[in-house]
């Protein structure tokens, strides 16, 4: 990302931000409440799009492609950079259906021998096979917030992604269930990039490389998660982590 800005239609929300995220590294975006960590990070899957009045500028690219452009068709950005929301939001369709979705709108897959195989798969990557194996027709939406949460990335996983956004994935669940994303996360990065946003510095230093710090829009520090934490270079920074502001 290069000289990024963000406007919600004349308020800007995020001012000339550069940041290179690197493959199968995990990078968390921290700050205040209404710095644009969120804003940021929907601008990779071009997930503001949907929003009205919002427009993003600057140069934006994955693997040397620009993302942005009138030639970029969204559906197939969005399966390579998935995302995973705050609230878990599964489909109102079973379990099977919830990972097989997008494997079968995108043409990954046709055959059922196929796919079955894409969601076994993507279910053991997330964790959650053993706990729902004996129930894939059962509704995604009647398992628990942390099994659903491990659903949603199940269903992002299950198109091959090259990258995971998580707005604040564990804010909606308990402190097992958010060991067992944290866990997950880790395990994920062998095979994936993350790009996570949370309100936690602890979850921060846990699970990412590297931490960037966002402050009124502006990226004020990026730096290896334990330099930020324990020798920050910049003021703000410091006054963040130290709970004197946010
Ligand atoms: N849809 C929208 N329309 C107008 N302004 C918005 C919209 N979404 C966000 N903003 C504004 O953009 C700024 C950044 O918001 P954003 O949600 O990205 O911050 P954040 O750091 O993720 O906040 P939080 O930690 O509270 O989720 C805020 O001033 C917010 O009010």
Redesign the pocket.
């Given at each position: 990302m290069r000289n990024v800005n963000v406007l919600?239609?004349e308020?800007q929300?995020i001012h000339s931000v550069s940041l290179d995220i690197g493959c199968n590294e995990v990078v968390a975006m921290i700050?205040?409440?209404?710095?644009?960590?969120?804003?940021?990070?929907?601008c990779l899957n071009r997930m503001n799009d949907t929003?009205e009045?919002?427009r993003v500028e600057g140069e934006l690219s994955l693997d040397g492609e620009p993302i942005y452009g009138p030639k970029v068709d969204v559906v197939p950005l969005r399966a390579r950079v998935g995302m995973v929301f705050q609230k878990p939001n599964p489909f109102p369709k079973s379990i099977y259906e919830n990972v097989a979705y997008g494997p079968k709108i995108h043409g990954i897959a046709s055959r059922r021998a196929e796919l079955d195989e894409i969601v076994e798969n993507s279910l053991h990557r997330a964790g959650l096979w053993n706990e729902v194996k004996d129930r894939l027709n059962k509704p995604g939406t009647g398992l628990s917030g942390g099994q659903q949460q491990r659903l949603c990335i199940a269903r992002a996983i299950a198109v091959s992604p090259e990258v995971i956004l998580m707005?604040?994935p564990c804010s909606a669940l308990d402190p097992i269930a958010t060991a067992r994303i944290e866990e997950l996360i880790d395990e994920l990065k062998e095979n994936y990039t993350i790009a996570i946003?949370t309100?936690s510095m602890q979850q921060a230093a846990r699970v990412s490389q590297r931490t960037a710090y966002?402050h009124l829009?502006h990226l004020v520090e990026v730096n290896d998660t334990e330099t930020v934490f324990t020798n920050p270079e910049h003021e703000l920074t410091e006054a963040y982590i130290t709970g004197r502001f946010g």
């Amino acid at each position: 990302m290069r000289n990024v800005n963000v406007l919600y239609g004349e308020t800007q929300a995020i001012h000339s931000v550069s940041l290179d995220i690197g493959c199968n590294e995990v990078v968390a975006m921290i700050g205040p409440s209404g710095c644009g960590k969120s804003t940021f990070l929907r601008c990779l899957n071009r997930m503001n799009d949907t929003i009205e009045g919002c427009r993003v500028e600057g140069e934006l690219s994955l693997d040397g492609e620009p993302i942005y452009g009138p030639k970029v068709d969204v559906v197939p950005l969005r399966a390579r950079v998935g995302m995973v929301f705050q609230k878990p939001n599964p489909f109102p369709k079973s379990i099977y259906e919830n990972v097989a979705y997008g494997p079968k709108i995108h043409g990954i897959a046709s055959r059922r021998a196929e796919l079955d195989e894409i969601v076994e798969n993507s279910l053991h990557r997330a964790g959650l096979w053993n706990e729902v194996k004996d129930r894939l027709n059962k509704p995604g939406t009647g398992l628990s917030g942390g099994q659903q949460q491990r659903l949603c990335i199940a269903r992002a996983i299950a198109v091959s992604p090259e990258v995971i956004l998580m707005d604040e994935p564990c804010s909606a669940l308990d402190p097992i269930a958010t060991a067992r994303i944290e866990e997950l996360i880790d395990e994920l990065k062998e095979n994936y990039t993350i790009a996570i946003v949370t309100h936690s510095m602890q979850q921060a230093a846990r699970v990412s490389q590297r931490t960037a710090y966002f402050h009124l829009g502006h990226l004020v520090e990026v730096n290896d998660t334990e330099t930020v934490f324990t020798n920050p270079e910049h003021e703000l920074t410091e006054a963040y982590i130290t709970g004197r502001f946010g």
